[in-house]
């Protein structure tokens, strides 16, 4: 079947640098995804968007050439609810890939082990609107309540100004949470503004609560782009991510989000994300329990 990109779609950068920063021993990219191939795994009737192709081989190829030991890969709502290209990359992986799936509520408990035992150890909700359509919490709820004897987590995507009308559904939840994306704050704010500190105040009141700290190249109003060897990429998102990492530095996660999905600006370079994590974790032990220690503990324990 062939399937043509979402118009103005950019690819991942091509050539990616080889990071100056060594990424610790056992470093985890928590945040990826893979993407077809579309004649094997066909991309969802329901998705708002047709990405390019992006193979377990090459994000195993980019893992190595950044220096990460392991990959978390995370289903994107291109393939909807349909997880056999993730499945396929978890069983190609030697155990260096874990996974969070989408479920709907008529996945059976049989489809829901064969996913734990390939590595899968968490499902997502997603909340943002151009890319998933509504559904119902009771629903959600539902769903989350049959991942919790899994010992399965649930991965939240939403935007900051839903963050006030969601803020009930996401503390009621039975599971670990993980944020992804610090939910999209809006950088042209304060950190210490309200907007930014109701999600600080949602992580400071649970303690079940993770954010991940990636993606500034979505974040970013001011830049400078993780472009042309840049090593202090991305200022106005530095702050933000800083005050979690070092207020948290227990339950934070960093991931590249290649292949970048819907990037409409630029495609960073994903060596030049990688050198922007000691901005954001600027010691050695934040970067151990940012890369390793909480990935670790939360994917492979
Ligand atoms: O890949 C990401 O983390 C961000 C995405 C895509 C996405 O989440 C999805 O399609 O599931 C985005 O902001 O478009």
Redesign the pocket.
């Known amino acids: 079947m062939e399937f043509t990109k979402t118009p103005g779609w950019l690819d991942w950068y091509t050539g990616p640098s080889k990071p100056r920063f060594q990424l610790p021993a056992g470093a985890v990219d928590a ?1 990826c ?1 893979v993407f077809g191939p579309g004649d094997k795994f066909p991309y969802a009737p329901e998705r708002k968007y047709t990405p390019c192709d992006a193979s377990k081989e090459q994000l195993f190829a980019l893992r190595d050439h950044l220096g990460f030991d392991k990959n978390v890969i ?1 289903q ?3 393939h909807g609810s349909d997880n056999r290209a993730l499945v396929d990359a978890l069983k190609a992986s030697n155990g260096k890939a874990k996974g969070v799936a989408t479920v709907n509520r008529n996945v059976t408990d049989a489809e829901l082990q064969e996913m734990h035992a390939a590595g899968v150890r968490g499902t997502r909700f ?1 909340f ?1 609107k151009r ?1 998933a359509d509504f559904t119902p919490r009771e629903v959600l709820l539902e769903i989350a309540n049959r991942i919790a004897p899994l010992g399965w987590h649930v991965v939240i ?1 939403f935007e900051a100004v839903d963050l006030p009308e969601l803020y009930d559904f996401f503390t009621a939840l039975p599971t670990t949470v993980v944020v ?2 610090m939910g999209r704050p809006d950088v042209s704010k304060p950190v210490t503004g309200p907007e930014f500190g109701l999600f600080l105040k949602m992580m400071r009141e649970h303690s079940n609560i993770w954010s991940k700290v990636s ?1 500034p190249e ?1 974040l970013s109003v001011s830049g400078p782009k993780a472009l042309n060897g840049e090593q202090h990429a991305y200022q106005d998102v530095v702050p933000f991510a800083k005050h979690l990492v070092e207020t948290f530095p227990d339950r934070v996660l960093w991931g590249t ?1 290649w292949p970048h ?2 990037l409409k600006d630029h495609m960073p370079d994903d060596g030049l994300l990688v050198d922007y994590i000691p901005q954001i974790a600027p010691t050695a032990e934040l970067q151990r329990k940012l890369l390793v220690d909480n990935p670790t503990r939360l994917y492979w324990s």
Request: proline residues 6%; contains cysteine; glycine residues 0%.
């Open positions: 945040h995804h995370v994107a709502t291109c997603n943002v890319l995507y992804d994306h993606c979505r989000d999905p819907n």
